[in-house]
């Protein structure tokens, strides 16, 4: 019987294990497979939550390296953040020319960096012409300070539609993203930073546990800006495999959906770049998707290169090539609905193709035999 162990790193995601078991079990349900799967309850026994999954030749334990506590801290709540969040990426991207650099890897996390300033750009000055019109027009009829309130209350209640309306498109989500990674060399120290350590020593752990079971692989998976935290954990890692003179090929590396030259294109991330051009120092099997139609991922850019790692090591880097996986009509109305389409990476599809989440984190045979 075939073992495995996979480690999901979630994204800049506030929502706990449950809402991510609730998405594992429910596209589980859509997933078509001869073979009976009996999937267990999320079981939090252990430092992390976790929940396993049998099928007659392979038992997989999924556990979810939680980190959404942080999240929440860094959370923006109310309309003052996302302005402050906006003004941060306006000075951060945009004044510094970061932007360019970010243009030329990737158009399409061009377009999705700027489409957060420019909705907050636009809205508030929108709101404030219109909050000007009507104090114009309502103080031809009557006395300057009632045109004054209602001006006012225009200005107001524009601004709360629109930002009710942004939080729909996901607009703040994103600005908190990207201001959140350009930080990165201040948030991540203290507890993000116990944390990371605390995520390698387990997966460590668990590899160092395994080396002399048979027909057995650890899968180190994550998503977003979980694919930056990766890094993180990886090479702390390998520097542990390095001391410990620990044998790490059983240790296949999946990254989603990865947004890495957020943090790594900053030029105060130097601690992030040793670390790239450590892990490029291990010959690994890592396997890299991403896909043009998630606006919030850099799309088959190798972020070795780009950030100034080289030579060494490189991930694979494919496509899911999503339109394969879905019928014509469905996959329209996905492309349309941004947000799913960042999340498409961990869902079944209606098509089996090359890419399959399920078969490599569930499925018959070493994840090194089931992509080419």
């Known amino acids: ?181 350009a930080n990165w060399h201040k948030i991540k120290q203290n507890e993000l930073e116990e944390r990371l350590e605390n995520f390698a020593q387990i997966v460590f752990n668990t590899l160092k546990a395994h080396q002399n079971t048979k027909n057995y692989e650890l899968i180190l998976l994550s998503h977003s800006v979980g694919t930056i935290l990766c890094i993180e954990v990886l090479a702390k890692l390998l520097l542990l495999c390095e001391k410990n003179n620990l044998d790490f090929s059983k240790l296949k590396i999946i990254t989603l959906g990865e947004c890495i030259p957020l943090v790594s294109y900053q030029k105060k991330a130097l601690e992030f770049r040793k670390n790239l051009d450590f892990i490029s120092k291990f010959d690994l099997k890592w396997y890299d998707y991403t896909s043009i139609i998630d606006g919030a991922c850099f799309p088959q850019v190798d972020f070795f290169t780009t950030s100034g790692i080289k030579e060494g090591f490189r991930p694979k880097f494919y496509s899911p090539k999503f339109h394969t996986l879905y019928e014509k009509e469905h996959y329209k109305k996905i492309k349309k609905n941004k947000y799913k389409a960042h999340f498409l990476y961990l869902m079944s599809s209606e098509i089996k193709a090359e890419y399959d989440f399920f078969n490599f984190v569930i499925g018959e045979k070493f994840l090194e035999e089931k992509i080419n």
């Open 1 to 181: 019987m075939l073992k495995r162990d996979v480690f999901y790193i979630a994204g800049y995601d506030p929502r706990s294990y449950r809402h991510y078991y609730a998405l594992f079990k429910k596209e589980l349900g859509f997933y078509e497979n001869s073979l009976k799967m009996d999937l267990s309850k999320s079981n939090t026994s252990k430092e992390f939550p976790f929940w396993e999954l049998s099928t007659p030749n392979v038992k997989t334990s999924y556990t979810f390296l939680a980190w959404n506590d942080i999240v929440k801290k860094n959370w923006a709540e109310n309309f003052k953040d996302y302005l402050k969040d906006t003004f941060e990426v306006f000075r951060i991207y945009i004044i510094t020319g970061l932007f360019i650099k970010f243009g030329k890897a990737s158009i399409y996390q061009l377009i999705t960096g700027f489409y957060p300033f420019f909705y907050v750009l636009f809205s508030l000055i929108f709101s404030f012409v219109l909050a000007f019109l009507t104090f114009i027009f309502v103080k031809a009829y009557t006395f300057w300070f009632l045109a004054l309130i209602f001006g006012i209350l225009v200005l107001i209640g524009v601004n709360q539609i629109s930002f009710k309306f942004g939080k729909k498109l996901a607009v703040f989500w994103i600005a908190r993203i990207c201001s959140f990674c």
